[in-house]
Each structure stands twice: as C-alpha cells, then as structure tokens.
C-alpha cells in the first residue's frame, strides 16, 4: 500500500475484504449512496458497503452538498434490508448515528448525537447520515449513507462548526480501522433491533436518549413546511419522534432541523 504525496494513505483492501461480511472500495464515486442503491435493485443482499476514496457530489439532509478531499473521510453506504415492520424504519439513522457515536468513543473521540442522527463532538459536527428508502422487487431496502471527517485540517472542512477526528485526536487516525469499528457497530445495533422486538426497540430508545446532547436543551426545530418549533427538548418517544416541551404544549417531532439554542447569559 502506497502513500501518496498528500500523506493520507489510502484503505487498506486486504484488510477490508477479509473482515466478516467484507467491504467493497471503490476509488470515486459521485455518491455512494447512488452505487448502493443501484445495487440494491439489482438484487444486492442485506449489510452490502461500499466505500469510496473520494465522493464527488455526496449530499446530505435536506440535499445539502458535502465534498471533501481524496482519502480525508469515511464516506461509504450500506444496504440494510429489514425484516423489522416498516413502522419501525424511522429508528434506522438514529440506529446509525448510535453506532457512529460508539465507534468514535472507542477510538478515543468524545462524539455525542445531535437528533436526529448529526454526530457532534462538543458543539462541532463531525459526522452526517442520509437514508434513502429504494424500491426493488426483492421490496423496499434502506440506503444508509455515512460521512465522517477524518483527516481534514480546519481549513478543508466545509464550514467553522465542523471537526475532524484527526482534530480532536491531535493526530492522525487509521480510516481502515475507523471503518471496521463503525462497521462493527452498525451490524451488531441492526442486529439487536432487528431480533429484540419491543425490548430491543426500548433498549435502542433509551442508548440513543442517552448519547444524544439534544435533551435538555432550548432547540428550535425548523420543520419540513417552513413553520419553526420553539421550546425544550425533553424526550425521544417510542417511533424517534423528538419531544419538544413549549408554550402551547409538548409536541413530537418526527422531522425537522433543529438548532440548539444558546441560552440567555
């Protein structure tokens, strides 16, 4: 495996493709998501990954663009085909970002989760997930697509609120090892969800409430018709559903873009 001049070395494919349910890599991609999902109807089996060394036109919630530079991120996609009812699909990217959030931890980042599925360290995103359901005539899967900073220094992050593993750790980190963590964590939370019923479904509830900085926080929740929602996070309910106390009442959130608001000093 070769270096090049940047520094940043590429994944390790050997290593990847010898994991248990190995990992495809690809060296562009205009989006990963838009390989997986094209795999998944050409009848791709549950827990395929794709990851790619440089993604040209990724895009994130609310087709946002993100764009970093070759071999500096985690940008890769996975297909998940669940059993589980599809009442219970709002859970995937929480699931996600759970798992993206332990795998950090365990590397030494100190991430939390900003609801619905932003990872943060401290206020500083450093990671995004998009899902996509896919219609294919093996049924509807989930493309879950997964953006995490890795090597950026501060100037080629997209924006001053962003951060990077390497920034946290204050040193460079192996991508090849990230990836089989978070990769590791993603299957092992789809598999308790997917086998626990109600208990697994509660268990995912209560790990998610607790790695998720949103609680107990004044947010205001941009929602999908324009409309915005002020008041206090207080909760996340038994579908996902973002519980918000204000004057009116309390209500739940099923999608918007929250912003934490600072308080009054």
């Not at 070759?70 to 297909?79: G, H, M, N, Q």
Request: aromatic content about 4%; hydrophobic content about 45%; glycine content about 12%.
């Amino acid at each position: 495996m070769t270096t090049p001049p940047d520094g940043r070395p590429p994944l390790d494919v050997a290593r990847l493709a010898a994991a248990e349910g190995s990992v495809e890599v690809v060296a562009t991609a205009t989006s990963t998501n838009a390989v997986v999902a094209e795999r998944a109807r050409e009848g791709a089996a549950d827990g395929l990954v794709v990851v790619a060394e440089e993604q040209t036109a990724g895009r994130g919630r609310l087709d946002r663009t993100w764009e970093v530079p070759p071999r500096a991120a985690l940008t890769f996609s996975v297909l998940l085909r669940p059993t589980a009812p599809p009442a219970r699909w709002p859970w995937l990217p929480l699931l996600t970002g759970r798992a993206v959030a332990t795998a950090l931890r365990a590397a030494g980042v100190e991430a939390g989760l900003k609801w619905p599925n932003d990872v943060l360290v401290g206020d500083r995103k450093i990671a995004g997930i998009l899902l996509e359901r896919v219609e294919t005539p093996q049924g509807p899967a989930a493309v879950v697509g997964i953006g995490l900073n890795v090597a950026q220094d501060a100037p080629e992050l997209p924006v001053a609120t962003a951060t990077s593993v390497a920034l946290e750790l204050g040193r460079g980190a192996d991508r090849t090892d990230l990836l089989l963590g978070l990769v590791a964590a993603l299957r092992g939370g789809y598999a308790d969800w997917q086998a626990g019923g109600d208990a697994g479904a509660e268990r995912l509830r209560a790990a998610y409430a607790a790695d998720c900085v949103t609680l107990g926080r004044d947010v205001r929740v941009e929602l999908p018709g324009g409309d915005a929602l002020t008041g206090r996070a207080v909760g996340v309910d038994a579908g996902g559903r973002l519980v918000v106390e204000h004057a009116g009442g309390s209500t739940a959130v099923a999608a918007g873009d929250v912003v934490h608001v600072r308080a009054q000093q």
